[in-house]
């Protein structure tokens, strides 16, 4: 699970994974390419990338983006940047 806080007018180029992610928008908007379709985001609507397909993410630019991601299976790459359990 990773929380993103993305400020306003901000591109994620198109890029793909081998992970399937799924996420909700808690705050902001943007537009998200998934495929040959664009989505037009708000706060309360959620999302599925198959994994593999290709994507990309553009927040508007009058708003902060907050949004909850989740992948499967569990991405290894971002171990270095989890933030470490308050009771271990």
């Known amino acids: 699970m990773v929380?993103?806080?993305i400020d306003p007018g901000k591109v994620f180029p198109l890029?793909?994974?081998?992970?399937a992610q799924?996420?909700?928008y808690l705050e902001g908007a943007g537009d998200l390419r998934v495929g040959d379709?664009?989505?037009k985001m708000k706060k309360g609507d959620?999302?599925?990338i198959p994994p593999g397909v290709?994507?990309?993410l553009r927040t508007s630019e009058k708003e902060t983006s907050v949004m909850v991601?989740?992948?499967t299976p569990e991405r290894q790459d971002y171990?270095?940047?989890a933030v470490a359990p308050d009771n271990p």
């Open 3 to 5: 929380m993103y806080r």
């Open 15 to 19: 890029h793909s994974h081998p992970h």
């Open 22 to 24: 799924f996420g909700v």
């Open 37 to 39: 379709q664009v989505w």
């Open 46 to 48: 959620s999302y599925y």
């Open 54 to 56: 290709p994507h990309e």
């Open 69 to 71: 991601d989740f992948f």
């Open 79 to 81: 171990h270095p940047e």
